[in-house]
């Protein structure tokens, strides 16, 4: 049962981040990648959200994690812009305040 469950996981994993690579990754298609970064970065932490409920941990330690999903989550999505210049994205480190410079072109962000 856990093989199962683990094939399964990572499964879900590889399908996750070659959706993330086809989607993000390539193209220049900035208002597309724009719209679909919030809705991607929440239907994968539900995924893993998913995972970890189903795996059963010790009722304090599952909250705790579901609990800080949620920030992360917000703060994955925050952090990350499209550059319109290059269609890159730029994450700022740490998740202190969203990047106002390309990382990859260095022009400013909007």
Known sequence: MQENLLIGFIVIWVALVLGSVMLFQRGKDVV?????????????????G????????????????????????????????????CGQASRSPFFMKPPQVCSHCNKPLS
């Open 50 to 85: 998913a995972f970890i409920v189903y795996m059963q941990p010790p009722t304090m330690w599952m909250i705790a994690i579901l609990v800080l999903l949620v920030p992360l989550t917000l703060l994955t999505i925050r952090s990350t812009k499209f550059c319109d210049s």
């Open 32 to 48: 597309r990648k724009r719209k679909l970064w919030p809705i991607y970065t929440v239907f994968s932490n539900v995924i893993i």
